[in-house]
């Protein structure tokens, strides 16, 4: 079965799959699935039996484009980047300065000191405090600002040690 990539409003993604899944289910429609990828926002990927069963079903609901985008469907294989579960601490290295995102410490920024693979959490010095304070927190609630290379590199300039 062919999967079509639908574009969104950025932050309806949720909602829309909501209303398809509602809408698909009352008209008995051929929409199989719908994935919505955390790290691509503003596009949808959906699963049916023909481009104009899914078009029918998006029918009426406004934070969707109508048509598909190039008309054309979309490879399993393409997918498979989003398919697959990442880790939360993929990314983060030690000393990484990155913001934290969630909880308590919203909106500050640290450096990370510690990486905890097994349990996935992270330690981190708040910079923005008077004095350094470790805090643990889950990868979850953290997004990387700078890693620590472009940090060493503003630092000394464009020549390193």
């Known amino acids: 079965m062919p999967i079509f990539t639908f574009r969104a409003k950025i932050g309806q ?6 209303m398809t899944d509602l809408k698909a289910n009352k008209e ?26 899914i078009e ?13 985008v190039a008309n054309k469907p979309v490879s399993i294989e393409e997918l498979s980047d989003f398919l697959i579960p990442r880790s939360s601490i993929e990314g ?8 934290i995102v969630d909880g308590p410490f919203k909106g ?10 097994s349990s996935q959490e992270i330690t981190a010095e ?11 927190i889950h ?3 953290v997004k990387r600002i700078k890693s620590a290379v472009e940090q060493e590199q503003e630092q000394f300039g464009k020549f390193s040690l």
């Open 92 to 99: 983060l290295a030690q000393g990484d300065i990155v913001e």
């Open 13 to 18: 993604e949720k909602s829309l799959a909501r």
């Open 108 to 117: 500050l920024k640290a450096k990370l000191t510690r990486i905890e693979d």
């Open 28 to 53: 008995g429609s051929r929409v199989y699935a719908i994935l919505i990828p955390d790290s691509l926002r503003g596009y949808c990927f959906v699963e049916g039996e023909t481009q104009m069963d």
């Open 126 to 136: 708040l910079l923005d405090s008077a004095m350094s304070l470790p805090v643990k």
């Open 139 to 141: 990868a979850d609630y």
């Open 56 to 68: 029918k079903a998006f029918s009426g609901i406004r934070v969707i484009s109508g048509r598909a």
